[in-house]
């Protein structure tokens, strides 16, 4: 693999969502998505900001991240262009990872601009709580938020390669169009769902929970975010559930299994 190759590959994608009116929309609706929300909580500080954004996020960042990336591939066949780039000398692992790195920038961009807005809002919305003051006043920084912010990173560069497998396994717009639905749909509250329901219907042992609930990318990433973001501070208990490393060990295994799978595909359609 050469730098030179994955980098051209690298800025035609990010020259093509530039280029392309539907994702400036998207962006606009993201941005205005995330301060909205911001604004609405009038959170006192970072740390309540990162427990009003949390969950939202979890459904948002899979959203944002398939919205960019299931065409990326799909598209480039069905404009005749992935035939003409195979004629390049170009490999598939470098093709597939420029067109991840090209769009992870759209993406990261997108939603480290909302989140860094949504940072800028705290100091002009927030309403002092004695409260929360009492609870964690010396431990409500900045970096507290920034923590979320890399997980959040982290969390969409798993979503986007998912949704690049999407784009590489589907057939046509509509076929890729309802796959990324459903996959999407998967993610956020698919796989957590089958495991509360193979828990309680006892196919699944307790023991076994928190293993499998790594194996989720939401799970993983709500334990990550629990974790990092909010255990640190310590103004309140943190759920039970997969700790860092096994966490970070999921959304680690889905990124190189989605890259794999792509890559594997990618030329064979």
């Known amino acids: 693999m050469t730098v030179a190759a994955v980098r051209e590959v690298v800025e035609r994608e990010f020259l093509t969502v530039l280029r392309t009116p539907a994702y400036w929309v998207l962006a606009a609706g993201t941005v205005a998505l995330v301060a909205g929300l911001t604004w609405l909580g009038e959170p006192s500080g970072y740390l309540p ?12 960042v899979p959203v ?3 919205a960019f990336g299931y065409r990326a591939i799909l598209g480039d066949r069905e404009r005749g262009e992935l035939e003409t780039i195979r004629t390049y000398p170009v490999s598939a692992a470098e093709y597939v990872v420029g067109v991840f790195l090209g769009r992870a920038v759209a993406v990261l961009g997108v939603l480290v601009t909302s989140l860094g807005l949504a940072g800028v809002l705290v100091p002009l919305t927030g309403q002092d709580d004695p409260r929360t003051v009492a609870a964690h006043a010396t431990a409500d920084t900045p970096l ?3 923590r979320l912010v890399v997980l959040v990173a982290a969390f969409a560069a798993v979503a986007l390669a998912v949704a690049l ?3 590489a396994a589907a057939r046509s717009a509509r076929s890729g169009l309802v796959l990324a639905t459903l996959l999407v749909v998967v993610i956020v509250v698919g796989i957590d769902a089958a495991l509360v329901v193979g828990v309680t219907g006892g196919l699944v042992p307790p023991d076994a929970t928190t293993l499998l609930s790594a194996l989720s990318p939401n799970s993983a990433f709500r334990s990550l975010v629990f974790g990092l973001a909010i255990a640190p501070v310590g103004a309140l208990d943190v759920p039970a559930g997969p700790g860092p490393i096994l966490a970070l060990g999921g959304l680690l295994a889905w990124l190189a299994a989605a890259l794999g799978a792509t890559t594997w595909l990618a030329w064979r359609r």
């Open 64 to 66: 944002v991240a398939f």
């Open 49 to 60: 900001l990162v427990l009003d954004l949390a969950t939202p996020l979890e459904g948002l």
């Open 165 to 167: 497998l999407v784009s």
């Open 144 to 146: 507290v938020f920034l």
